[in-house]
């Protein structure tokens, strides 16, 4: 062989192998451009994971509870997309509330603030609301109504005609479920439950969840049970109504543990809406690797399950989502192995992108929130857990790559006069479930995962190392010969 093919073969060799295995580095190095961590919650107190919503007008609102001697109060933060204003405390429980068990902020399009929570394991849930732009005056909140049913947690969804649309969880009772409720009168009489899920397995309950809304107003919802003897979760479904709340599909099956390496452990479920693209995301294996499943068709028919991350795993009490102007859906989560949050964003077609995110404080970030402000902002707020008293952070970041502003001017909405008295629920007639949603044999084609690329990679770069080598050795047995 002449030894100016061989120099110039094995040049090759090695420009391909540095290649590969920098695209491999650049995909792990540290992503660059977010704001240094904001500690929001109070210090040497006990604190809830937090709750995060964006709005149209360039506000993000963010809600959290925590515990002062016995006291439960859930306070209120607002950022303009600058400054983070002071926390101020809407609300404290009384004190014979053991606790309050989950937080669940929307707003609407007229520029309402609308919040439910649940008090204690079985309820009741309380409702309030506040114009946006004078939520931080607790006055401004209207007077809570209670709603006595037994939710261990409350997903709460407004509409463009302004009708409330609750999904809580019953673990403790005699009936565990799913129910539905809607108000259309602001919250001041709501129907009766609609039982989505009466087909539950015995000695199983509703663990998680995670509700939202489409843009054209189809309401969605996952999630997951737990066997309350083994205390181990088991099966993530998934249902859907597309008119207001009045039908629902029967539950469909996302995912089921069986007796392989892919059993259900902890899979805290969220679920998105990117246009008519309905995403979940799930810890699906008993290493809590994350896994996500996509309809194309609002729900109708769904495709494969493929991984996000590859060989990554860890679970932290759930993950955050959220979509961004150009229609991407971003994704973050905390994983332990390596030990990082790590960002991704789905580009229509694949996970293009994966990185993991600088976090410069000693921290074990649990409960991951994400949201995008109608400037362009991408907002992350985490719990921390090594922490001595486990605050509460945010960290901000511009998405450069989306050059327009869709920011509408401030509303200025008139408070809805408070009830004179707390109502409990007003009975109506019971909506009906449909028939059995039929699911399409066909299903949406996947695209390898982000981790199977990286895999791909390193045996490329492997093999091409080995070739290096190889011919490295011959080249030396041809100088001695």
Aim: with cysteine; charged share 20%; aromatic share 12%.
């Amino acid at each position: 062989m002449n030894k100016r093919y061989k120099i110039a073969l094995i040049v090759i060799c090695a420009g391909l192998f540095l290649y590969f295995n920098s695209r491999l580095t650049r995909a792990q190095a540290p992503e660059e451009g977010w704001s240094a961590p904001y500690r929001l919650s109070s210090e040497g107190v006990e604190l809830s994971e937090g709750y995060i919503v964006a709005d149209r007008f360039g506000y993000t609102h963010f809600f959290w509870v925590e515990t002062h001697d016995t006291s439960f109060i859930i306070f209120y933060v607002r950022f303009d997309g600058e400054i983070w204003s002071e926390p101020v405390d809407i609300f404290m429980a009384p004190l014979s509330v053991q606790s309050i068990g989950n937080l669940a902020p929307v707003i609407d399009k007229q520029g309402f603030l609308h919040l439910a929570w649940t008090q204690g394991n079985s309820g009741p849930i309380f409702y309030s609301s506040a114009p946006a732009n004078d939520a931080l005056s607790a006055q401004k909140w209207s007077k809570p109504i209670q709603i006595q049913v037994p939710a261990f947690k409350v997903g709460l969804q407004v509409d463009s005609k302004g009708i409330l649309h609750i999904v809580y969880s019953n673990f403790y009772g005699r009936e565990p479920g799913m129910y539905y409720m809607r108000s259309e009168d602001q919250g001041q009489t709501w129907s009766f439950p609609v039982w989505l899920d009466p087909d539950i397995p015995l000695k199983h309950a509703p663990h998680a969840f995670d509700f939202t809304l489409d843009e054209r107003g189809g309401l969605h919802l996952v999630w997951s049970y737990m066997d309350v003897e083994a205390v181990l979760n088991t099966w993530v479904r998934y249902a859907h109504s597309f008119d207001g709340g009045l039908t629902w599909s029967d539950p469909f099956t996302i995912d089921e543990a069986d007796e392989t390496e892919d059993e259900v452990r902890m899979p805290v479920p969220s679920v998105t809406a990117q246009g008519d693209t309905i995403h979940v995301i799930w810890a699906g294996t008993s290493r809590t690797n994350r896994e996500h499943r996509y309809s194309v068709d609002r729900g109708e028919t769904w495709g494969e399950t493929a991984r996000i991350f590859g060989a990554l795993h860890g679970q932290a009490a759930g993950d955050g989502t959220a979509v961004d102007a150009l229609g991407r859906l971003h994704f973050a989560s905390h994983i332990r192995h390596p030990r990082a949050i790590w960002h991704a964003y789905w580009d229509g077609e694949s996970w293009a992108y994966l990185a993991p995110i600088n976090v410069p404080i000693a921290t074990n970030p649990h409960y991951v929130r994400l949201a995008i402000t109608s400037d362009n902002k991408l907002i992350m707020t985490f719990r921390t857990t090594s922490d001595a008293d486990a605050p509460l952070y945010a960290m901000v970041r511009d998405l450069d790559d989306i050059s327009f502003v869709s920011t509408l001017p401030t509303p200025f909405p008139t408070p809805v006069p408070a009830p004179q008295s707390e109502l409990e629920v007003t009975a109506v007639a019971t909506t009906p479930l449909p028939e059995s949603l039929i699911i399409d044999a066909k299903l949406p084609s996947e695209s390898p995962g982000l981790g199977q690329a990286i895999g791909f990679a390193s045996v490329l770069s492997l093999i091409l190392l080995s070739l290096v080598i190889g011919i490295w050795a011959l080249h030396k047995r041809w100088r001695i010969i």
